[in-house]
């Protein structure tokens, strides 16, 4: 085996075990805070797409397509990487609970990038970039491509729909898998813009997935935020409760994030935790009553 060939397949495990960490669970330190990745759907996409690509490098069938897809997924984590350190985040959040700082996975993902390149210089060179190569092989590559990713995808799609069958919906399906049974949702609230000093309501969806009655005791309550109000507050198995939570903006301008908990009377779940990110801005903005989740 050449070492181009190791190197591939290096960069097909390093994405398989990415996916493998995003599935056993979720990072809650203050990471890349997108609520279109908190979608569960967009979760399973993501894991998918990373497990399929792993696969196709560690096969080495299509090289050249597998080495071009690698490649510009890499690009795309290291651009990801680049905005969190300038950001300050203190976790890429990309892989599961494993807490690390975008700056290593930045350095791993050019690393990644270093090693694709030369594998496709490599290509080039055996001849098997060419035009002639590709507009010979390219109609039935194409073909055969276009089929296995179609079968991938319908495969992965049946499995999501059958976990959707059995569990009821995709949050409580990747629940299921994470192991997460108690939950917030949203995972990330979004306070929005307000002035220095102002307070800002917010609602938070409590979830038991579990199979007994959990009681949700007290959490954070400190001059950033207010959760206790409503609570304690008992969530049936099965169950979901609303509550309303305060937000307490700093008194300078900035752009700020936490990780918060709630405390439960379960053991293996005492604490759950979910994050806030918003913006104080110096101008003083409208107060928008906001509207309790609906069932």
């Known amino acids: 085996m050449s070492i181009f060939r190791l190197v591939s397949a290096a960069a097909g495990l390093l994405l398989i075990a990415g996916a493998l960490l995003k599935a056993s669970g979720r990072s809650f330190e203050p990471g890349f805070d997108s609520f279109w990745f908190e979608n ?11 497990l399929i690509l792993g696969l196709w490098l560690l096969t080495g069938w299509l090289m050249p397509g597998a080495l071009l897809a690698a490649s510009g997924t890499f690009l795309c984590f290291a651009m990801v990487n680049v905005y969190q350190v300038l950001q300050g985040q203190r976790s890429c959040g990309c892989l599961g609970r494993v807490h690390i700082h975008p700056s290593i996975t930045l350095l791993i993902d050019l690393l990644a990038l270093a090693g694709l390149g030369l594998c496709l210089r490599d290509q080039w060179n055996r001849g098997l970039l060419s035009r002639t190569r590709l507009r010979t092989q390219g109609r039935q590559a194409r073909a055969k491509f276009v089929a296995v990713a179609v079968g991938c995808i319908t ?13 009821g919906s995709p949050h409580k399906a990747l629940a ?4 997460e ?41 400190d001059c950033a935020c207010s959760v206790t109000k409503e609570l304690p507050v008992e969530v049936p198995s099965g169950e979901s409760r609303v509550i309303k939570i305060q937000i307490h903006y700093p008194p300078t301008p900035q752009h700020f994030r936490r990780t918060l908990y ?17 913006v104080c801005v ?3 903005i409208p107060v928008e009553t906001p509207v309790p989740p609906s069932d």
């Open 262 to 278: 709630l405390i439960t009377n379960n053991p293996q779940f005492a604490q759950v935790p979910f994050r806030m990110v918003g």
């Open 176 to 179: 299921r898998l994470r192991n």
């Open 181 to 221: 049974h108690i939950a917030i949702t949203p995972s990330v609230v979004d306070a929005g813009p307000a002035g220095p000093g102002e307070s800002r309501d917010a609602y938070i969806r409590l979830q038991n997935w579990s199979d007994h009655t959990v009681v949700f005791l007290g959490g954070s309550d």
């Open 155 to 167: 495969l992965f799609s049946l499995i999501g729909l059958s976990a959707i069958a059995v569990y």
């Open 40 to 50: 569960p759907v967009a979760q399973t996409g993501i894991l998918q797409f990373e």
């Open 282 to 284: 110096e101008k003083e």
